[in-house]
Every structure is written in structure tokens, then in C-alpha cells.
């Protein structure tokens, strides 16, 4: 709009519309959504989408209705489509679901909205508002990431057992085959062989839930049972869960440019460890105790890491203990400012990881055969590890904190093998673990727990207390407890989480669980202190070509058939052994995306020799060309006396190859 909000008195609404002028509206035309079925207003932000129109409701006999302001009067913008009085529920025995089935057929079949972006937003059903709840509860302001990409938006019960508080004559069961269509739709339209991202979730505010439910469905419930069947279809969840749901400007927050990838703080030394008494004078047995992780979560949803983790985050008391931030790395595509903003502030003693289920919230197990209730006989491990190797990798991610398998049954070894590719410093099990297994064991050289307890979500001293009390009762010299693990002696590996809870808070349990701690060996540690004592602990190994890289000379954009210097690469070796320069080398290839090697090279370590924690230089033996234009990718890694990649590798890095000189490197 061309003019001066400054100069406006922006005391509502209305007087922003009325400042519009005929002259600024000439390309905007509408899609009218219909009052009476709430679904509508959903159907309208699809269409949005597709075709550029203003969603707007018809309300013509209300005054100041955005319909009388533009439509009506003013600058009496065009009716390109209008939906009033479309749908009178023939097909489904439901207005609500005709209106989606209708979309289905017109928008998603046809390939008109992405097949891998759906919005769970709640409809106009939320004007009745009998809940009394702030306005920012309606998540209107989060369809603008969802409109700019295309998404199609629902808003459906996912009990089959009862019919929807929303729309109560519907038959049993109808909103929730009318779900399951749609998300089969996106399974099939991607052939199977993406993840599809799921933003929102069920709006327990004002439907399907507790009071709303006929059979008195849970929130949690109600979640485990959405993401049983969404797992099923490839779906993963972007969880703008209430109450914390709202987030305005995605649309334009998803532009913000970050760098290829990012460093995080590494894992301790050896010697760190001997140092702190962790481990004896050699370095081969680990001091009995108990060792654990505090994790803070639950940021698997770009809403509630935009409103909550800056609050709890700019804490003077961060720092002071290590601390599991459990960010998933999907959700930059709606905030990638926090993603940059944590890496700069961040301490010695902050890590960042992945929280629930990976680059995105899912049950794992229903990535596999047999996958009730979608019936895909197709497994998608191996999409869900080569999504997640994206975002691992971007972020500098090899924990993950926190797989969650809520009413998917038991963890299963196929399951967590999915994980290693890309989580190989290790994972942690939340539930639905195999009774037989110890809480913690190795699984080829990862190391895998299960997570001990949540901790109370309060602030007092009292409770605060009771968190340091639920840490010590797992501690064998307190609770003499021979059942907590198959360990022969005292040392124990635990991973606690706690939602929402600030720096301070952390320090404070921390605090309280070193002063009443009594005979209890017990210390609280980064992830990658767990999973590198516990590799002692267990028989594996610390040496594994296990780095992180800094930075790297190849260029992004490039001329075709054009030289360019031999490529240089900063590592960390992340190894508890020196690296040798006769035996430690770097290897780098650029491919297409069938993965044709089209050029490929050497880099050897410019130092003799690089310690356990030490940054190095690499230098190409080979100069940098590439023949023909075209989209490559690079990849490059620590390589031994084999040749072959170790764990961490960069990958998944795009080189732009043109025929004439870009215009800038």
C-alpha cells in the first residue's frame, strides 16, 4: 500500500481499509468465503495461494466488514471466485468435508497447490470465540508462510470414533476419512518418496478436545493419535500446537539468506575428560557416577520457537551449565533468523541439537512396513534419513535428543538404524523402547539412551527441589534400584527434558542436585560428554574420522570450463586421536544430482600433525573446473587409508555452474 502508515491514525482495522485507494487495487480481485460453513474460510487461503485473491468473508449487511469496505463499496474489488452457498454436504453427509473434498479435487489432484505443504489452521469456527480467547489464538497470522508456498489448508477431527463438535450432524467418522484423503492424496502425488511438511496442528482451543469431544479425547491423546496416522503417509509435523500457536511474517522471514552451514561447540577432548575426573588417568574406564543431560525443548514448531525461546534464552545465568537446546532444523524454513541469532550468542556450554523425532515430529516406526492405517507398503527409512542428512549436516546437528513414539508401539532396531546416517554421536529414545534393552547400549558405534523422566514444568523452589529429586532417584547409591539399568556397577547415562524452561531454571536444578547429592557421583553434561563416555563405557570407539568443518574455498557459482584455484577446507578434528598427515586426508567430489561424478580431488593436511580438538588446513592437490553449465553438488570429507567417507561429511552443498562469468563468487 502507497502510503505513509506513520501519517495514518492506525487505531484499527477499519481505518487501514478505508486509507486504501481505487487507484491501488486495480490487480486485486477475491475469493469469497462463506459464514454459514466455516471450512470455507480454509478452502479461500488455498486459493490464495494458487491465484493471488484476497480472501475475505461475506458479510454484507455488517457496516464495517471487510466485504462492505472492499467489495460492497470503496474500491469494489472483483469477485473472482466466490464460495458462498457452494457446498451443501451431498457428497460427504457434511458442508464442512464437501468443502475440503471439494479443494482436494480442484487444487490438490491437480497439482495446483504443493503436494508437500499442508496447513492445519483452525477455520472461521474461531469467531465464535465462546472460549474467550486472545485473537492471536486463531492463527490467522500464520497462513502467510503457508499462502506464499502454496500449501493446502485444513481443519479436520482426526477421531473417527465421533462426530466433530464443529459440525455435529456430519456422519461418525467423516472428518476423518475426509483427512485421510487428503494426506493419502499428497502420499501418492509424491510418489512416496518425500516428507511432507505438516504446519499447525489440532486447535484443542475450540475443537475436538477434552470438553469438545464427545468421548472426552485428551490433548495428548489427541496428538498421538494425529501423528500415528500422519506418520503413516510421510506426514511430519511443523506443531504450532496450542496454546502458543501464533507467528506472524513467515512469508517473509523464509528469505533471510544463511550461510551453507554452521559450526556448533564440539565435543570434549580426551585429556578434557581425564581432567575432569570423568574418566581414569588412562583414559580407558570411565569414573562410576551418574552423568546426565538436561534437555530443554520443546521447539519442534517454528511458532513456539519464535514466542518462547528468545525469552528463555537471553538469561544471564545461560552458560553456567550445559544444556541440551533442542531446536529442529526444519523449522528455519519459517525463522531462519533464530538459527543465526542462537549461533551467535550462544556459550561454551550451549548445544544445539534436534529435538522431537529428527527435522520434524513423527513416530519413526510408522515409516515402516506394515503402515496402519495408510497402508503403504513402501518403506520410507531412507527419506527420512536423506531429509534429515539436509538439515543435520546445515545445522552442524549429530545428536538426536528426543524420537517420540507415542501410540506407534515399540522402537524398533530398524528405526533407530534410520538415525545413523546423519546422528551418529547419538540419539535418545523418549518411549515405546524394547524392555529387554539396557537404557542404554550401542547400536554399531552410536550410542542410543533412553530418556530417564520429564522434569515438573514449575518455577518454585519447591519444584525446582523436586526436579533435583527426580534426577538423584536414579542415581544407584540413593535408591539402591538394581532395575534402572543392566549396568554391573554405578555409572549411568540419563537424559531428562524439560519443556519451556529458562537458563536459570536449568542452573538452579543443576545447583540442587549437586548440593543434596550426598554419596551420588553425579555430574550434568553436554550430549556429547553422554555419548563419548558411554562409547568407553561400552567397548566402542572415539576415533572415527569424526570432524566438523569450518569453511571451504569452492565456489557456489561458477564459469564453465573455467580454472579456479585448487580448493582449501578448515576441519575440526573431532577423533580422540591425532590425525597424522601421511594418513588422514581430505576427499572432495562434485556430482549431479544422479549422483555422476563430474569432477573430483584430494586435499592434504598442512600441518604433520592435528590434536583431538584442533582446527586444520586442507589444501586441493588438484585445480577446481567443471566443463559443462548445469546444478552440481559438492561433497567432501575426512577420508583414511581406505578411502572411504567417515560419518561427517558435507554433502548436499549446491554449485550453480553457468556459460558466462557470474557476478559474483
Given at each position: 500500500l502507497h502510503f505513509t502508515l506513520h501519517e495514518l491514525p492506525m487505531n484499527d482495522l477499519v481505518t487501514l481499509i478505508k486509507a486504501v485507494r481505487p487507484e491501488q487495487t486495480t490487480a486485486w480481485s477475491v475469493v469469497l468465503y462463506d459464514p454459514k460453513v466455516a471450512a470455507t474460510s480454509n478452502v479461500a487461503s488455498t486459493i490464495a495461494g494458487i491465484s493471488g485473491v484476497l480472501p475475505i468473508c461475506y458479510r454484507p449487511h455488517v457496516k464495517d466488514s471487510v466485504y462492505s469496505l472492499l467489495v460492497n463499496s470503496g474500491p469494489q474489488l472483483k469477485v473472482n471466485i466466490s464460495l458462498v452457498d457452494k457446498f451443501t454436504g451431498n457428497v460427504t453427509s457434511s458442508k464442512k468435508c464437501d468443502a475440503y473434498e471439494w479443494a482436494r479435487k480442484e487444487y490438490l489432484l491437480t497439482r495446483q497447490t504443493s503436494s508437500s505443504l499442508i496447513?492445519?489452521?483452525?477455520?472461521?469456527?474461531?469467531?465464535?470465540?465462546?472460549?474467550?480467547?486472545?485473537?492471536?489464538?486463531?492463527?490467522?497470522?500464520?497462513?502467510?508462510?503457508?499462502?506464499?508456498?502454496?500449501?493446502?489448508?485444513l481443519d479436520l477431527d482426526i477421531w473417527g470414533d465421533e462426530a466433530p463438535n464443529d459440525d455435529p450432524t456430519q456422519?461418525?467418522?467423516?472428518?476423518?476419512?475426509?483427512?485421510?484423503?487428503?494426506?493419502?492424496?499428497?502420499?501418492?502425488?509424491?510418489?512416496?518418496?518425500?516428507?511432507?511438511?505438516?504446519?499447525?496442528?489440532?486447535?484443542?482451543a475450540w475443537k475436538y478436545v477434552g470438553k469438545f469431544s464427545k468421548h472426552n479425547h485428551q490433548g495428548v491423546a489427541t496428538e498421538w493419535e494425529t501423528m500415528?496416522?500422519?506418520?503413516?503417509?510421510?506426514?511430519?509435523?511443523?506443531?504450532?500446537?496450542?496454546?502458543?500457536?501464533?507467528?506472524?511474517?513467515?512469508?517473509?522471514?523464509?528469505?533471510?539468506?544463511?550461510?551453507?552451514?554452521?559450526?556448533?561447540?564440539?565435543?570434549?577432548?580426551?585429556?578434557?575428560?581425564?581432567?575432569?575426573?570423568?574418566?581414569?588417568?588412562?583414559?580407558?574406564?570411565?569414573?562410576?557416577?551418574?552423568?546426565?543431560?538436561?534437555?530443554?525443548?520443546?521447539?519442534?514448531a517454528a511458532a513456539w520457537a519464535t514466542n518462547?525461546?528468545?525469552?528463555?534464552?537471553?538469561?544471564?545465568?545461560?552458560?553456567k551449565v550445559p544444556i541440551a537446546w533442542a531446536v529442529d532444523a526444519e523449522l528455519s524454513l519459517r525463522n531462519p533468523m533464530i538459527f543465526e541469532y542462537l549461533q551467535q550468542t550462544k556459550s561454551p556450554n550451549d548445544f544445539l541439537i534436534s529435538g522431537d523425532s529428527g527435522s520434524g515430529y513423527l513416530n519413526p516406526t510408522q515409516l515402516f512396513p506394515p503402515r496402519k492405517p495408510s497402508g503403504a507398503?513402501?518403506?520410507?527409512?531412507?527419506?527420512?534419513?536423506?531429509?534429515?542428512?539436509?538439515?543435520?549436516?546445515?545445522?552442524?546437528?549429530?545428536?538426536?535428543?528426543?524420537?517420540?513414539?507415542?501410540?506407534?508401539?515399540?522402537?524398533?532396531?530398524?528405526?533407530?538404524?534410520?538415525?545413523?546416517?546423519?546422528?551418529?554421536?547419538?540419539?535418545?529414545?523418549?518411549?515405546?523402547?524394547?524392555?529387554?534393552?539396557?537404557?542404554?547400549?550401542?547400536l554399531e558405534n552410536t550410542p542410543v539412551f533412553h530418556q530417564a523422566s520429564d522434569l515438573p514444568g514449575c518455577d518454585s523452589p519447591k519444584c525446582i527441589k523436586q526436579a533435583a529429586e527426580r534426577i538423584l532417584s536414579y542415581c544407584h547409591k540413593l535408591n539402591n534400584d538394581s532395575t534402572l539399568d543392566t549396568?554391573?556397577?554405578?555409572?549411568?547415562?540419563?537424559?531428562?527434558?524439560?519443556?519451556?524452561?529458562?537458563?536459570?531454571?536449568?542452573?538452579?536444578?543443576?545447583?540442587?542436585?549437586?548440593?543434596?547429592?550426598?554419596?551420588?557421583?553425579?555430574?550434568?553434561?553436554?550430549?556429547?560428554?553422554?555419548?563419548?563416555?558411554?562409547?568407553?563405557?561400552?567397548?566402542?570407539?572415539?576415533?572415527?574420522?569424526?570432524?566438523?568443518?569450518?569453511?571451504?574455498?569452492?565456489?557456489?557459482?561458477?564459469?564453465?570450463?573455467?580454472?579456479?584455484?585448487a580448493?582449501?577446507?578448515?576441519?575440526?578434528n573431532e577423533d580422540w586421536a591425532t590425525w597424522q598427515k601421511t594418513e588422514v586426508h581430505l576427499k572432495w567430489e562434485v556430482t549431479t544430482a544422479t549422483k555422476v561424478v563430474v569432477t573430483s580431488g584430494m586435499a592434504t593436511m598442512q600441518l604433520d600433525t592435528l590434536a583431538s580438538g584442533a582446527t586444520g588446513h586442507f589444501v586441493g592437490t588438484a585445480v577446481f573446473k567443471i566443463a559443462k553449465p548445469g546444478t552440481y553438488w559438492l561433497k567432501y570429507g575426512i577420508v583414511g587409508k581406505t578411502g572411504t567417507y567417515g560419518p561427517d561429511t558435507m554433502q548436499h552443498v549446491q554449485v550453480a555452474v553457468s556459460s558466462s562469468i557470474p557476478h559474483s563468487q
Open positions: 496447513a492445519y489452521y483452525i477455520d472461521y469456527f474461531w469467531t465464535s470465540n465462546t472460549q474467550h480467547l486472545p485473537y492471536a489464538q486463531a492463527t490467522l497470522t500464520n497462513h502467510d508462510y503457508f499462502i506464499a508456498n502454496k500449501a493446502f489448508f456422519k461418525v467418522g467423516t472428518d476423518r476419512a475426509t483427512f485421510e484423503s487428503i494426506v493419502n492424496t499428497t502420499y501418492h502425488l509424491t510418489n512416496g518418496e518425500q516428507m511432507i511438511h505438516l504446519g499447525g496442528f489440532t486447535p484443542w500415528y496416522v500422519l506418520s503413516s503417509y510421510n506426514v511430519y509435523a511443523d506443531a504450532d500446537a496450542c496454546c502458543l500457536a501464533w507467528m506472524a511474517n513467515g512469508a517473509f522471514f523464509q528469505h533471510y539468506p544463511l550461510p551453507d552451514h554452521f559450526v556448533q561447540n564440539g565435543p570434549p577432548t580426551k585429556q578434557e575428560l581425564i581432567d575432569k575426573g570423568y574418566l581414569d588417568k588412562t583414559g580407558t574406564k570411565v569414573t562410576p557416577g551418574l552423568y546426565y543431560m538436561l534437555y530443554a525443548g520443546d521447539y519442534d518462547q525461546l528468545p525469552l528463555l534464552w537471553n538469561d544471564t545465568n545461560r552458560g507398503t513402501k518403506s520410507a527409512g531412507e527419506v527420512w534419513a536423506r531429509w534429515n542428512q539436509v538439515w543435520f549436516q546445515k545445522f552442524n546437528y549429530k545428536f538426536e535428543g528426543f524420537i517420540i513414539q507415542g501410540d506407534s508401539g515399540q522402537m524398533t532396531t530398524q528405526a533407530e538404524k534410520a538415525y545413523l546416517p546423519y546422528s551418529h554421536q547419538g540419539m535418545v529414545v523418549q518411549g515405546g523402547f524394547d524392555t529387554k534393552k539396557p537404557r542404554y547400549y550401542m549396568a554391573e556397577d554405578d555409572t549411568h547415562f540419563y537424559m531428562f527434558r524439560s519443556v519451556l524452561r529458562s537458563a536459570t531454571w536449568q542452573s538452579y536444578v543443576a545447583g540442587n542436585v549437586s548440593s543434596l547429592a550426598g554419596g551420588c557421583n553425579v555430574h550434568v553434561v553436554s550430549p556429547y560428554t553422554l555419548s563419548y563416555l558411554a562409547r568407553v563405557k561400552l567397548g566402542g570407539s572415539n576415533v572415527g574420522n569424526f570432524a566438523s568443518f569450518w569453511n571451504d574455498t569452492v565456489p557456489r557459482t561458477a564459469q564453465a570450463d573455467h580454472v579456479y584455484p580448493p582449501q577446507f578448515w576441519v575440526r
